[in-house]
């Protein structure tokens, strides 16, 4: 199970910090991420992060701005987001990705938090 929190109302250039919770499988031994879906457009690979957290990736659309990390010892995964935009609004999916190889595909997702970034 994966269970998000921290969405919220933000301004244009604020931060916001969303987390996971996970439950169920090995956490350390599969490769997370976090993917979005914007009103009305399909799903967008956000970021992922290697088993102990050394590897991490980027979309083109947040590096730079967002930072994605991981607690083991807790099965928590989390996604800084700073410098945020309104096309940054988003329901944020937690996501167990399918392998290193595949870091940008996920097998499992949970059921998202909601991101609004406006004034």
């Known amino acids: 199970q994966l269970v998000e929190s921290g969405g919220g109302l933000v301004q244009p250039g604020g931060s916001l910090r969303v987390s996971c919770a996970a439950s169920?499988?090995?956490?350390?031994?599969?490769?997370m991420g976090w993917v979005r879906q914007a009103p009305g457009k399909g799903l967008e690979w956000v970021s992922s992060?290697?088993?102990?957290?050394?590897?991490?990736y980027y979309a083109d659309s947040v590096k730079g701005r967002f930072t994605i990390s991981r607690d083991n010892v807790k099965s928590t995964l989390s996604l800084q987001m700073n410098s945020l935009a309104p096309e940054d609004t988003a329901l944020y999916y937690c996501a167990r990705m399918r392998s290193s190889s595949s870091y940008k595909n996920y097998d499992f997702r949970g059921r998202g938090t909601q991101v609004t970034v406006s004034s």
């Open positions: 992060i290697s088993f102990g957290g050394a590897a991490t």
């Open positions: 169920g499988f090995a956490f350390s031994a599969y490769y």
